[in-house]
Structure formats: structure tokens, C-alpha cells
């Protein structure tokens, strides 16, 4: 089976991969895709939260290609060793639609991200790139939530 394991940069997405390989058997999945999304028209498009930051701080396309990218690579390390072959994937759009598209893309049995990583979406309600995704994807979708005692975990 094919997973599409989703990062946007924050350390909820960092968690999130980490339950997946917890729970998952990697003898049932043959790839992992991570894919991250630059959301070209967002003021902010990618937080990098992972790995240090790789931007000059001008606020360019190529530079939030370079956060999305480092960002990969942390997210990418979940899985070293793990088993199945691991690619990457930076796509340009709508995360949600992106995610999506990246599983129809890749024929994927499963999408796995985590259920909100900024504010108050962490703590009380499911993000709605993931309430997105949940209706929307063409195959089961889990939705990691922070675990008690992570950094993402805390209120943000």
C-alpha cells in the first residue's frame, strides 16, 4: 500500500508522522509520499517549524520552496530505515486539494496529517485542511491529534 503523509511545516505534522509509523506496519506499505504544500497565494505560505530556517528572510517563492523542502527532509527522517521506499513531494496550491490530488497521483491506500497545528484548531476543533481532506480524499484518511507532553501538544 501507498501513504501520503502530510507535513505543513509545524511540529503537530512532525507528531502526526511519527503516530503513523508507530501504528502502521511497515510490512503492509510498500512507499511513503510526504508531501508539503507552498500555498502560493497565502501571505505566509510555509511555516517551517522543523528545521532551521534555509530562507535569506525575503519573502519569495523560492525561498518558502527551500522551508518546504527542509521541512520535508525532517519529516522524511521519521522513516529512515523504516522499510518502504520514501519519496518527496512540494506542491504548489491548496493544501487540501494538493494532499488529495497527491493520492490520487500516487494510487495511495491511505493519507495520514495531523488534525491542526496552529491556534486554537490544535486544541478544540479538526484543522479544516484536514476536515478538508477527511471528506474529500479518495481513500481512509487518519487524522493525528498531539499527544499529551509533545511541544505541539501545549496550546498554541
Given amino acids: 500500500m501507498h501513504v501520503v503523509v502530510a507535513t505543513d511545516g509545524s511540529r503537530a505534522s512532525l507528531d502526526a508522522a511519527r503516530q503513523f509509523q508507530y501504528i502502521a506496519d511497515s510490512r ?6 510526504v508531501v508539503a504544500v507552498v500555498s502560493p497565494l497565502a501571505t505566509v505560505p510555509f511555516a517551517n517549524e522543523l528545521a532551521p530556517t534555509t530562507g535569506s528572510g525575503a519573502a519569495t517563492e523560492l525561498s518558502w520552496r527551500a522551508e518546504a523542502d527542509a521541512s520535508l527532509a525532517v ?5 529512515d530505515g523504516w522499510g518502504p521506499t520514501i519519496h518527496t513531494q512540494v506542491r504548489s496550491g491548496s493544501p487540501a486539494s494538493e494532499i488529495i490530488r497527491a493520492a490520487v497521483d500516487t494510487g495511495a491506500g491511505l493519507i495520514s496529517l495531523a488534525s491542526g497545528s496552529r491556534g486554537l484548531t490544535a486544541t478544540i476543533l479538526l484543522g479544516t485542511t484536514a476536515s478538508r481532506v477527511q471528506h474529500s480524499a479518495p481513500c481512509p484518511v ?3 491529534r498531539p499527544t499529551p507532553g509533545s511541544p505541539s501538544g501545549r496550546p498554541g
Fill in 75 to 79: 519529516v522524511a527522517a521519521v522513516f
Fill in 142 to 144: 487518519l487524522v493525528c
Fill in 28 to 33: 503492509e506499505i510498500t512507499d511513503v509520499t
